[in-house]
């Protein structure tokens, strides 16, 4: 068994909640379904970050498509 497939077995087995028979295995699967969604916006937030350094370089006449780079800027501060 896999260190997660044990936590999560652990988490429903250790569930102290006075639930009636059942739910206790539905409201483990919403708070991992939260913990996954939580998970997903980050992610996205990420990526829109990432997505505003990507140039498009439009293709020149002997070029046959554009591309695309990744840009990086910024700069350094010294001492001197």
């Not at 539905?26 to 997903?40: Q, S, Y």
């Not at 937030?45 to 293709?59: H, I, M, N, R, Y």
Request: with cysteine; hydrophobic share 30%.
């Amino acid at each position: 068994m896999t260190n997660e497939y044990l936590e999560l077995v652990n988490e429903y087995t250790n569930d102290t909640g006075d639930y009636p028979e059942g739910e206790s295995l539905d409201l483990m699967k919403v708070r991992r379904l939260d913990r996954i969604a939580d998970a997903l916006e980050r992610i996205a937030d990420s990526l829109e970050a990432l997505d505003k350094c990507v140039g498009f370089q439009t293709p020149t006449p002997y070029m046959k498509e554009g591309y695309h780079f990744l840009r990086i800027d910024g700069y350094v501060e010294t001492d001197n």
